[in-house]
């Protein structure tokens, strides 16, 4: 059985009527490319703007990827909002696990924290607390038992990447802009369960790599800025084997 993921990311969306006709767009071309299912890893809006989450809710529902078409993660900039994001995103988020498809389930974790020191780049720390761990490996034990695939995804990339934007190389001189913390025991416990996909956000520019843990490939997709590349990552999977990918520019 054929099944096609959205993965989209790092929107910044402030509720304007620009991000209308922008976020129009976008579920017009899941229509087009027959999606299944749409993820997005975070950064819905650009500082917790209540208008920003209320937008993207209202026209995902009213093109058809509603709550149980689509999973929308929390990003660093959607922390000052965080009580907004629950209210319209949290019944998609806050089950660690679901089912896609036969074979086929998406891992969410929440790699997003105030941060350690004052809010000097939009709290853009992210590590996973003792409760992550434990649900994270709690979810794949339990996929494991199933048989199934997993697809795991967060906000925070898990790998380095080069200097972005003036105010990212000023938070990575400070140690305050950058990959997930912990992401080689977080790539470790992906190499441990077999885990084939990881997708994340946090950095504007899309990247793949891929990496090997207990000597089994993992590829780690960076979805990149939705709104900044007028593009997005579809990716195609057969009976929960992921068999393709590709770009759908707006």
């Excluded at 956000?201 to 990149?224: D, L, N, Q, T, Y």
């Amino acid at each position: 059985m054929s099944y096609r993921i959205a993965h989209w990311s790092d929107l910044h969306l402030d509720g304007d009527d620009s991000d209308e006709a922008f976020l129009t767009n976008l579920f017009a071309s899941l229509k087009e490319y027959s999606v299944d299912h749409l993820i997005v890893t975070g950064d819905v809006t650009d500082d917790g703007e209540s208008e920003g989450f209320a937008l993207l809710d209202h026209m995902r529902r009213k093109h058809g990827y509603g709550p149980r078409k689509s999973t929308v993660l929390p990003g660093n900039h959607d922390l000052p909002g965080w009580e907004d994001y629950m209210d319209h995103f949290g019944q998609g988020f806050s089950p660690l696990y679901r089912k896609l498809t036969n074979g086929l389930y998406l891992v969410t974790v929440d790699s997003t924290k105030p941060d350690k020191l004052p809010n000097m780049f939009a709290n853009p720390q992210g590590w996973l607390d003792e409760g992550d761990w434990k649900g994270l490996v709690r979810a794949l034990d339990e996929i494991t038992e199933l048989g199934g695939e997993a697809i795991v995804a967060l906000h925070h990339h898990v790998f380095d990447v080069p200097d972005g934007d003036n105010r990212q190389r000023l938070g990575r001189l400070f140690n305050m802009w950058g990959p997930l913390e912990d992401s080689e025991d977080f790539l470790d416990l992906m190499g441990q369960y077999g885990v084939n996909l990881v997708l994340t956000g946090h950095s504007h520019e899309a990247r793949i790599r891929k990496v090997r843990r207990h000597g089994h490939p993992i590829a780690c997709h960076i979805g990149g800025s939705t709104s900044d590349q007028h593009a997005y990552r579809v990716l195609d999977f057969t009976d929960g084997v992921l068999t393709g990918k590709g770009w759908v520019h707006i």
